[in-house]
């Protein structure tokens, strides 16, 4: 059993930063690929980051490539979500995911255990 817990929402001007954090507590988080995803109202959940469990593989979806950077940190069990440029397409609710062996890193039901997701909302 792992659990997520996420924080660092909020509300930011276009062209803010936000980082998120999700907490890990449970089962070996280096056990884990771990990624985020987000929903916006009315829209499917949508693949946004992976990270391996060695924190070297990374992959981004390309609509946050070279503004989002995903990383972890074994220590604290905590992976991290660096948005930078935010846009106010990116507003959502974002969401951490961990799975041992997801088959496709980039579909959400490939992944097991999920947080109940923070608030991201950019203003134009």
């Known amino acids: 059993q792992v659990q997520l817990v996420e924080s660092g929402g909020g509300l930011v001007q276009a062209g803010g930063s936000l980082r998120l954090s999700c907490a890990a507590s449970?089962?070996?988080?280096?056990?884990?690929?771990m990624g985020w995803f987000r929903q916006a109202p009315g829209k499917e959940r949508e693949f946004v980051a992976g990270?391996?469990?060695?924190?070297?593989?990374?992959d981004y979806a390309d609509s946050v490539k070279g503004r989002f950077t995903i990383s972890r940190d074994s220590a604290k069990n905590t992976v991290y979500l660096q948005m930078n440029s935010l846009k106010p397409e990116d507003t959502a609710v974002y969401y951490c995911?961990?799975?041992?062996?997801?088959?496709?890193?980039?579909?959400?039901?490939?992944?097991?255990?999920w947080g109940q997701g923070t608030q991201v909302t950019v203003s134009s």
């Open positions: 990270i391996s469990r060695n924190g070297i593989g990374t």
């Open positions: 995911a961990a799975d041992t062996n997801p088959q496709n890193v980039r579909v959400s039901s490939q992944y097991y255990y």
């Open positions: 449970g089962r070996t988080f280096s056990s884990f690929l």
